[in-house]
C-alpha cells in the first residue's frame, strides 16, 4: 500500500536521498527563471513506510506553480523514474528522444535524477513555445530574446560527469539557463490564452551593497511577469518580483515604482525601458554607498579624538562627542525622511547624500529630564555645505562649524526645555 506523508515524518531511501541532494542543491541550474524549487509529499510503495522512494518536485515557471510527480521503485534502482505532470499539463508530452539522460538512466550518478529534470524543463519549455506558432506574441517573444542578455548558461560539463559516469552537455540548449520563461493556458475545449512572459531582468546586481534583511537569502533578482489576454495580445498586466535583499537595498529608493506597459507598444521595449530603470537604481544605491564610505572614513580619521563608534559595513552612521566644561555633547546627521531615533549619539548619511545635504543635531547629555522622552537637542540645516567640495573639505569644515558653535549650545538647548 502506497503512503504519503511529509519530509518531518519520513526519510528517503539512501540511493533516492542522493539524486535529491543534488536535485535541491543545483535547483538554480534546472532552467528556470526562479532558481526555486521544493520538495514535497513523500510517498512509498516498497512495503516500507519509513523510506520514501517517490515525492513530488514543486516549482514556479511562466507565472505558474508546476508540480510534478517523481516515482522510483526502490527495489530496482537501476530503473529510472517515472514521471507524472500534475493537473493541466497532462497534455504535455515530452519528446523522449530528446531526454538523453532519461533513456540512458546510471543509477551509479547522483546528477542523473538532475539532469533528467533539467531536459524535462527544457522540453516543458518548447512546449509552451510551440503553442505560440504563428501568433502575434510568437514574433513578441522571438524579439525578447534576440536580446543575447536574456539567454544565459550557467555550469560546465566537467560538474556533471562524475566518476560513475553519465555525460551531459551544459552547453545544450535544453540545459541554458533562460531568462525569459512563457506559459499558455489550455481549457478543455483546446482553447489558448491567456499567456503569460516571466522575464529575469539582465541587471547586474553583484555589486550591490550590503543590505541587512531577516529574508537577505536566495540570489539577487528581479522578475517581470507580464500577461496577454490571448495570443495576440490585448488587454496587457504587469506585475513586479523582486528578491529580498533587491527589495529592500531599493526601499531606500522609496522602491522600485509601477512602470506601465505602453500603448501598443511591444514586450522588449517595456523589458528593455524597466531595465535601464533598474540598472539606474542599483548604480545610484553602489554610488551613494561609495559617498558614504568615503564621508565616514575622513569624518573617522579627522575627528578621531572624538568617535564613539562608527558603521564599518553599511555606512549609515557614526557618532562623534565633543565636550566643553559644563557637558557634554554629541552631533548627529540624519536623512530628512527618517525621525530622530535615542539613544541619540548617532550620525545618518541621506540616501541621496551628497547632493543631499546631511542633518547636523547637536544634542546635549547632561542636561536631563525626568519629563523629557529624550536628551534635548537642536538641529541645524544651515552649516556649511556643498556637494561640489571634496569629502574632505565637508569633514573639515564640519569639525570647525561643530568646534566653533559649542560655546552657544547650551543657550539654545537650555531655550528648548523652557
Not at 515524518?9 to 540511493?15: H, L, M, Y
Not at 534576440?146 to 560513475?164: C, M, V, Y
Not at 499567456?195 to 531577516?214: A, G
Not at 501598443?264 to 558614504?292: A, P, W
Request: with cysteine.
Amino acid at each position: 500500500m502506497e503512503g504519503v506523508s511529509t519530509a518531518a515524518e519520513k526519510t528517503f531511501v539512501p540511493w533516492v536521498e542522493k539524486m535529491v541532494d543534488v536535485l535541491q542543491s543545483r535547483c538554480e541550474e534546472v532552467g528556470t527563471c526562479t532558481g526555486f524549487l521544493r520538495i514535497i509529499n513523500l510517498g512509498t510503495g516498497n512495503g516500507d513506510d519509513s523510506k520514501a522512494d517517490r515525492f513530488t518536485v514543486t516549482f514556479p515557471y511562466g507565472g505558474q506553480h508546476l508540480k510534478w510527480e517523481v516515482i522510483f521503485n526502490a527495489n530496482y534502482p537501476h530503473l529510472p523514474p517515472d514521471f507524472i505532470f500534475i493537473g493541466e499539463e497532462e497534455s504535455f508530452f515530452p519528446e523522449m528522444d530528446n531526454l538523453k539522460h532519461l533513456c540512458n538512466w546510471n543509477a551509479n550518478n547522483p546528477a542523473m535524477l538532475f539532469l533528467v529534470v533539467r531536459e524535462l524543463v527544457g522540453e516543458y519549455r518548447d512546449h509552451h513555445l510551440r503553442l505560440l506558432a504563428g501568433s502575434r506574441l510568437e514574433f513578441e517573444y522571438n524579439s525578447l530574446i534576440s536580446d543575447e542578455a536574456l539567454t544565459t548558461t550557467k555550469g560546465s560539463a566537467a560538474d556533471d560527469d562524475d566518476d560513475d559516469g553519465g555525460g551531459d552537455d551544459d552547453d545544450d540548449e535544453k540545459g541554458s539557463k533562460m531568462a525569459v520563461e512563457v506559459h499558455v493556458a489550455e481549457n478543455e475545449e483546446g482553447q489558448l490564452g491567456p499567456v503569460q512572459f516571466m522575464v529575469r531582468l539582465p541587471v547586474n546586481f553583484k555589486s550591490l551593497p550590503p543590505v541587512f534583511n531577516e529574508e537577505n537569502q536566495g540570489e539577487d533578482k528581479v522578475l517581470i511577469l507580464v500577461t496577454f489576454q490571448s495570443l495576440e495580445g490585448g488587454n496587457v498586466r504587469t506585475q513586479k518580483c523582486l528578491s529580498p535583499r533587491v527589495e529592500a537595498a531599493f526601499s531606500k529608493l522609496g522602491g522600485l515604482p509601477p512602470i506601465s506597459f505602453p500603448h501598443e507598444g511591444c514586450i522588449n521595449d517595456y523589458i528593455s525601458s524597466i531595465t535601464q530603470h533598474v540598472q539606474k537604481m542599483v548604480d545610484q544605491l553602489c554610488e551613494s554607498f561609495e559617498r558614504r564610505r568615503e564621508y565616514i572614513s575622513h569624518a573617522v580619521s579627522l575627528l578621531a579624538s572624538h568617535i564613539i563608534e562608527f558603521d564599518a559595513i553599511t555606512f549609515w552612521r557614526a557618532d562623534f562627542l565633543f565636550e566643553e566644561d559644563n557637558g557634554h555633547h554629541t552631533t548627529a546627521t540624519t536623512p530628512q525622511h527618517k525621525p530622530q531615533r535615542t539613544p541619540p549619539h548617532k550620525v545618518d548619511l541621506p540616501m541621496k547624500f551628497p547632493s543631499e545635504q546631511p542633518i547636523l543635531t547637536f544634542i546635549s547629555t547632561c542636561n536631563l529630564h525626568s519629563s523629557l522622552v529624550q536628551p534635548m537637542q537642536k538641529v541645524n540645516r544651515s552649516y556649511p555645505f556643498s556637494p561640489r567640495w571634496s569629502t574632505h573639505e565637508m569633514v573639515t569644515r564640519l569639525r570647525q562649524y561643530v568646534t566653533e558653535r559649542l560655546p552657544g549650545v547650551d543657550r539654545d538647548l537650555n531655550a528648548l526645555s523652557t
